[in-house]
């Protein structure tokens, strides 16, 4: 069994910084990718970010690029999520997601892509 424990979410003014963590635990995998979702009230799940894990390969969704970057630490099997310029429209519960499966960069945005999901990290963004 693999388990995704994400950490790093909290409450922050426009304009600021949060770092996400997600760290995987239990088996080992054949880790292929892994992504950022997230969803707010009253919404669908959204893509943010993923990442190739061999060759570092990332996507991003369009409202956060340029802002976000997500990185990766392969011999902690761990994912970052660096928030820069934070707006109240970040605000959600964000997801840390991983697949076994050889997905291409086109599917790194399908939530149905990942078998693996974390328990989720509250992002608030104040205005």
């Known amino acids: 069994q693999v388990q995704l424990v994400e950490s790093g979410g909290g409450e922050v003014q426009a304009g600021g910084s949060l770092r996400l963590s997600c760290a995987a635990a239990?088996?080992?995998?054949?880790?292929?990718?892994m992504g950022w979702f997230r969803q707010a009230p009253g919404k669908e799940r959204e893509f943010v970010a993923a990442?190739?894990?061999?060759?570092?390969?990332?996507d991003y969704a369009d409202s956060v690029r340029g802002r976000f970057t997500i990185s990766r630490d392969n011999a902690k099997n761990t994912v970052y999520l660096q928030m820069n310029s934070l707006k109240p429209e970040d605000t959600a519960v964000y997801y840390c997601?991983?697949?076994?499966?050889?997905?291409?960069?086109?599917?790194?945005?399908?939530?149905?892509?990942?078998?693996?999901w974390g328990q989720g990290t509250q992002v608030t963004v104040s205005s």
């Open positions: 997601a991983a697949t076994e499966r050889r997905i291409t960069i086109r599917s790194f945005g399908i939530p149905r892509s990942y078998e693996y």
């Open positions: 239990g088996r080992t995998f054949s880790n292929v990718a």
């Open positions: 990442i190739a894990w061999i060759l570092g390969t990332r």
